[in-house]
T-cell receptor
Framework: DAGVIQSPRHEVTEMGQEVTLRCKPI?????LFWYRQTMMRGLELLIY????????DSGMPEDRFSAKMPNASFSTLKIQPSEPRDSAVYFC??????????????FGQGTRLTVV | AQTVTQSQPEMSVQEAETVTLSCTYD???????LFWYKQPPSRQMILVIR??????QNATENRFSVNFQKAAKSFSLKISDSQLGDTAMYFC????????????FGTGTKLQVIP
């Protein structure tokens, strides 16, 4: 398996533009997380999906952020409109959770977003 | 809510020496998992070592070992025989057991291995 695939690797956009980040989970994984990494705040959980359903979106900073998982093979994180303070590295991570057994989280390589 | 604290923003160690990175956490749960992740300049998050809270024995992976003190809620990482490739950010992380295995990260320690 190619692992968790995120695209694009780098994104530079102007303030006010819409940005869409993409994630392809490892095949068979049923849980997906979006994280944001900044120097100031470290790694923050934005949203968690289980079986394509958003379970915990308490980390989504504001209404400008939205995330979807239309099927088990694809998720998007959208920012509209984008602001300079959204500049960060965004990670997607997926797991294959079975009951209460431990399930390792595998991370994509992240998308570095710069909003100018 | 669970919190993870890493009090050492940066550390350095001479090649071949041993270094210990500190981590404390707070939780009211009895069963959980603790991790150390490595993030090299490539940005990839790499799982270094994992500890189950119900296991008293400290986890070991080659040159990496942990000192898990459950009562003190302390989870330090020891890197022996440090290598240049160990230069990276190291994140301590907590994960509850059960269906929703949310991983909470510390703020990281930047480790520099000096030749």
């Amino acid at each position: 398996d190619a692992g968790v695939i995120q695209s694009p690797r780098h994104e530079v956009t102007e303030m006010g533009q819409e940005v869409t980040l993409r994630c392809k989970p490892i095949s068979g994984h049923n849980s997906l997380f979006w994280y944001r990494q900044t120097m100031m705040r470290g790694l923050e959980l934005l949203i968690y999906f289980n079986n394509n359903v958003p379970i915990d979106d308490s980390g989504m900073p504001e209404d400008r952020f939205s995330a979807k998982m239309p099927n088990a093979s694809f998720s998007t994180l959208k920012i509209q409109p984008s602001e300079p303070r959204d500049s960060a590295v965004y990670f997607c991570a997926t797991q294959n959770v079975q009951g209460s057994s431990y399930a390792e989280a595998f991370f994509g390589q992240g998308t570095r977003l710069t909003v100018v | 809510a669970q919190t993870v604290t890493q009090s050492q923003p940066e550390m350095s160690v001479q090649e071949a020496e041993t270094v210990t990175l500190s981590c404390t956490y707070d939780t009211s749960e009895n069963n959980y998992y603790l991790f150390w992740y490595k993030q090299p300049p490539s940005r990839q998050m790499i799982l270094v070592i994992r500890q189950e809270a119900y296991k008293q024995q400290n986890a070991t992976e080659n040159r990496f070992s942990v000192n898990f003190q459950k009562a003190a809620k302390s989870f330090s990482l020891k890197i022996s025989d440090s290598q240049l490739g160990d230069t990276a950010m190291y994140f301590c992380a907590y994960c509850n057991s059960g269906g929703y295995q949310k991983v909470t990260f510390g703020t990281g320690t930047k480790l520099q291995v000096i030749p």
